[in-house]
């Protein structure tokens, strides 16, 4: 009996309730806490209205996601009127797949229906190197706010915890 290897382009789709359960337990598997109430909290918001949240698969398995907010926390975003992806994750079997480019390519198409920019939020601590590169290469340049710590600006000689809530924003204006 052959097997057949698994596609390598991902299929994307959109959050369903069934999903939550799953994706909590595929980055607990990876070592990551994403608890099954915050993918709950992003589908109830996806039926309201207020974010889209986009699944990439794999041959049927879970790889990865990402959030369209419509509405930024981000207050110069909110502001502007510019869609904010946000927590973008690819899990660590699938990454360098281009997995990653595959789901910002339908959020950037599904943001160009509402806006001409697309906003975006990047840590600084290396974990995030990859997700620098790849907001780069796809033309985001920083929105020239400086930096945020638990949604405040860092201002010369603060003191902040070095976290995953230390960010910097990023907007590109799309093209598409």
């Not at 909110?78 to 994750?89: H, M, S, T, V």
């Not at 079997?93 to 160009?112: C, F, P, T």
């Not at 920019?117 to 290396?126: F, K």
Request: a neutral charge; aromatic letters at 10%.
């Amino acid at each position: 009996m052959t097997t057949q290897p698994l596609s390598l382009h991902p299929t994307i789709r959109n959050l369903t309730a069934a999903d939550c359960g799953p994706i909590s337990d595929a980055f607990t598997r990876q070592g990551w806490h994403k608890p099954v109430e915050q993918y709950q909290k992003y589908y109830q918001e996806s039926l309201e209205g207020k974010r889209v949240v986009l699944v990439a698969e794999i041959g049927g398995d879970f790889a990865g996601y990402l959030n369209v907010v419509w509405e930024s926390s981000y207050a110069p975003f909110r502001l502007a009127g510019i869609p904010e992806i946000a927590d973008f994750n690819v899990l660590k079997k699938y990454q360098r797949r281009h997995i990653g480019s595959v789901l910002m390519d339908a959020a950037e198409r599904l943001i160009a229906a509402r806006s001409s920019t697309a906003g975006i939020g990047v840590g600084l601590l290396p974990d995030y190197g990859p997700a620098q590169v790849l907001y780069v290469k796809r033309g985001y340049i920083p929105d020239g706010r400086g930096i945020l710590s638990h949604g405040k600006t860092v201002a010369y000689g603060d003191t902040v915890p070095v976290d995953d809530d230390l960010v910097l924003y990023l907007t590109r204006v799309l093209g598409i």
